[in-house]
């Protein structure tokens, strides 16, 4: 009799799962951003995270305990989520690789597009300029992952705009909440596909007091803004949610929620003052291990799937599974054919019962200097020439290398990740080798050596007079100092000071010799503000030479912090000064003596 019912139950679940594939069904993927394994409350690790929409999502649906991206990292775990394919394959291995390779291949968006499917995004890219978002399959963009200029081709009420610059004054993360909803609502009458990437809880931590109230007691400052800024996501999850109901879509809907890596830690957890780089508060225990790392710590991560009617609710699903499935599953969704070339699995048949067993035989990894495997309970992983073997069924804090007990299971995965590497683009179990950062990581985490002791913050300089440089190179050269930009970088090298305290309104002198004619600009931040707001910038062009520059700063307050963004070539820089328009105050930085 239990056989039949259950035979009977599973039958209906298929027509339910037939019913909804007639109709093609929406596919929503919420990607947050450096948000450590612990940190929904549902996976009931600490007390202090609250997440009830999210975990409406788990309550409702699975709950991955076993889920991982492609990479420890930002550009390559994104780079894999919107392929479907190992990011490897096409050379985006880390942050610092060009995106050629991402650029020829197919994402999820235009695989769906092609199927009759509206497509759009919200959030942080960082695969390329913001203009270029919609080559990509995505004809919906609003793109903002800060609280400064973003691009947008539609407005939060759902009407069309021109393509360009948008100057919302809201907080980015509920843009992009409104941004999800307005999508919705655009296309709650034909199939869509939508991907939110919140830039949360990834530094600058930057959470205001609406969502900072709601976490009052003794932490870790970093802590509060990270649960602060993991609120405010989960506050999104529910306005689309309602946004769903509102249109009758929640049962044609199937939503994944997942981190892109794991939490940065930097070992030390160091409460540092302000939101800037460091550890963002965010936690992955029980997990051993960060970012930057092959450790579990590093790529397994919050994963939720939900679909009303369809996934069962309530459901913690212990089998691996990794981010291309996403694409693969949202394809199959699309009634679109197999294709050999997606490295992932159509996870429903598996959530749902219909295929038993594991979706995945091995997965695979490799992050520049790391590799690992992953084959049932078997996780072999390496980092430069260090090797180990971890029973994660018993062991998922990966605490016991086993690789002297188990020599010949840790050399048939070894040699399983070889072959899949030798088709890697580059081919190799590694691209280079391993630094001291990552070698005190691995000496930490994983052989148990004690904590390097934590690095005080580097004195100002007397070379650069306390100015430091980001993106690029920063040294001394007869009468001045030399801002060389980062080779191949993506992103503006400029320098930075903090030894300002002039009161605005100022003017900015600058004495410089740029080696090629183009633009640069001043940004500034006063007293109470833990960011650069957008709008606070001021530019102005610069001639090939020496020559010197007088800009107007209208700001507003006390200024405590400058930025000095040259032409993106390599510039002398001999003397800036600051100096009050009401004559309050003057500072001088002069690089002329040796």
């Known amino acids: 009799m239990r056989s039949l019912l259950i035979a009977v139950l599973h039958l209906l679940l298929l027509a339910a799962v037939a019913r909804a594939g007639a109709t093609r069904p929406n596919v929503i993927v919420i990607f947050s951003d450096d948000h450590g394994y612990a940190d929904l409350s549902c996976q009931d690790v600490f007390d202090d995270v609250r997440t009830p929409h999210i975990d409406s999502l788990a309550a409702g649906g699975v709950r991955m305990t076993a889920g991982y991206v492609t990479a420890p990292q930002c550009v390559p775990s994104r780079a894999g989520l919107l392929a479907g394919q190992y990011q490897n394959r096409f050379g985006v291995e880390s942050n610092a690789e060009p995106l050629d390779g991402f650029n020829a291949v197919q994402t999820i968006a235009e695989r769906l597009k092609a199927a009759g499917y509206a497509t759009g995004m919200t959030g942080k890219w960082h695969l390329g300029p913001q203009p270029q978002i919609p080559t990509h399959g995505f004809d919906d963009v609003y793109f903002k992952n800060a609280n400064r200029e973003g691009w947008a081709n539609f407005n939060l009420d759902g009407s069309d705009r021109e393509p360009g610059p948008e100057h919302s004054q809201e907080y980015h993360l509920d843009v992009n909440s409104a941004a999800a909803c307005a999508f919705i609502r655009r296309h709650h009458d034909e199939p869509f596909f939508f991907y939110c990437a919140y830039r949360a809880p990834h530094v600058p931590l930057d959470a205001p007091p609406k969502y900072l109230s709601r976490f009052p007691g003794e932490m870790p400052e970093r802590r509060r803004q990270a649960l602060a800024m993991i609120s405010a996501m989960d506050d999104g999850v529910g306005q689309m949610l309602k946004t769903l109901r509102e249109h009758d879509l929640e049962d044609q809907t199937l939503i994944f929620f997942i981190g892109d890596n794991g939490a940065p830690l930097k070992i030390h957890k160091h409460d540092a003052p302000g939101g800037g780089p460091g550890w963002d508060g965010s936690l992955n225990d029980p997990l051993n291990g960060e970012k930057g790392m092959l450790s579990e710590g590093g790529i397994r991560v919050p994963f939720v799937a939900y679909w009303k009617g369809i996934l069962p609710a309530g459901l913690k699903y212990d089998q691996p599974v990794i981010s291309l499935d996403v694409a693969a599953t949202a394809v199959a969704l699309a009634g679109l054919p197999d294709d050999p070339q997606l490295d992932g699995v159509n996870l429903i048949p598996y959530l749902t019962g219909e295929k038993p067993g594991a979706p995945h035989e091995i997965l695979f990894w490799r ?105 690029g190179k920063l040294t001394r050269v007869d009468g001045a100092i030399r801002i060389t930009p980062k080779q191949g970088s993506r992103q503006q090298a400029f320098i930075a000071s903090t030894d300002v305290k002039v009161p605005g309104p100022a003017v900015a002198t600058v004495t410089l010799r740029a080696s090629g004619e183009g633009q640069a600009s001043i940004s500034w931040r006063t007293a109470g503000q833990k960011v650069f707001p957008a709008g606070q910038s001021v530019s102005f062009e610069v001639a090939e030479g020496w020559q010197t520059v007088q800009v107007e700063v209208p700001a507003k307050g006390r200024i405590i912090h400058i930025r000095f963004v040259p032409p993106q ?10 100096a009050s328009v009401e004559g309050k105050a003057r500072r001088v930085w002069s690089f002329e003596g040796k």
């Open 367 to 471: 992050w520049i200097a790391q590799s690992a495997a992953r084959q049932g309970k078997w996780k072999y992983l390496r980092g430069g020439a260090r090797e180990y073997l971890f029973d994660l069924e018993v062991d998922p804090e990966e605490q016991h290398n086993l690789i002297g007990e188990h020599p010949q299971i840790a050399d048939r995965l070894e040699q399983k990740l070889a072959r899949w590497a030798a088709d890697l683009n580059p081919p190799g179990l590694e691209t280079q080798s391993m630094s001291p950062v990552w070698e005190s990581y691995f000496d930490f985490y994983l052989d148990g050596k004690p904590a390097p002791p934590l690095r005080a913050k580097s004195g100002r300089s007397s070379s650069t007079q306390g100015w430091i440089v980001r993106n």
């Open 569 to 578: 070539s390599t510039t002398d820089v001999k003397r800036i000064s600051l």
